[in-house]
């Protein structure tokens, strides 16, 4: 599974979770419920997570006994540094690519 076969929730959580310290899942919900506007549900958030971490892109641990917190594991960090790469291609100042190659 590469960047671009996440859903658009796995994508923000890789985000969100790359400008925290180790944030906890009810930290996740409400940055992206403030950021989105959008009502995250555990249904929707923690099975995300999951994806996210058996994919590799992030790593878990425990707090406590009911608490885990998450971190961008390295290959989530080169995944969002090659989509980064790749949205800048296309937002440069001058653009530089021509589908008709021309």
Do not use: I, K, M, P
């Given at each position: 599974m590469?960047?671009?076969e996440l859903t658009g929730i796995q994508r923000d959580l890789l985000y969100v979770i790359a400008g925290f310290d180790k944030p906890s899942g009810q930290e996740l919900k409400s940055?992206?419920?403030d950021q989105t506007g959008d009502d995250i549900t555990h249904g929707r958030l923690y099975p995300n997570l999951d994806?996210?971490?058996n994919?590799?892109?992030v790593e878990k641990g425990e707090l406590d006994r009911r608490t885990?917190?998450?971190r961008l594991a390295e290959k989530g960090r080169q995944a969002l540094t090659s989509r980064h790469e790749w949205e800048d291609s296309y937002i440069a100042e001058e653009p530089t690519l021509n589908p008709r190659g021309q």
């Open positions: 590469d960047l671009f940055e992206l419920e994806t996210l971490v994919s590799g892109y885990n917190w998450y």
